[in-house]
């Protein structure tokens, strides 16, 4: 039972940081290339669609790793596994506190509401984000390991 809870573990946190790796480097790029302020809107489009989904796939990606990590607190690589649920928590407290006030705003920008720092927010929004995607594929190389 316990290596079925690892697998799927690893499988829903690293499905998770694919898709966050794929937006800062795959979808951000492709939108800030878009001419004019269409790649806002893209922005905004994709804020109301993954602000709706990530915050179930981070909080249910750490109820599987504090799972894993109480089942298996007698095994090898618990360390591993309670260390990369640290780092995952801290990717909740970061999205919380640093990137879902921005992605809210930004959520409600159109042509006419927007404010003039508009390109600054959401550049501060990605860097942000990508501190964001090292923290969880660190999270997720510790459980890769912790299979071992």
Known sequence: MLSTLEVVTVVVVGVMVGVEFAVAFVMNPILNALPEDSGQ?????????????????????????????????HHDGTGLVVTAGALLMLSVVMSILLLVPINNRNKTWTAENRPADWK??????LRWHYVRVAVIVTAFALLVTALT
Do not use: C, K
Request: glycine share 16%; hydrophobic share 55%.
């Open 120 to 125: 600054q927010q959401l550049n501060r929004w």
């Open 41 to 73: 809107q893209g922005h905004a489009h994709g804020g109301r669609m993954l602000g709706a989904v990530m915050p179930v796939w981070y909080i249910g990606s750490l109820a599987l790793v504090a799972v894993w990590a109480v089942a298996g607190r």
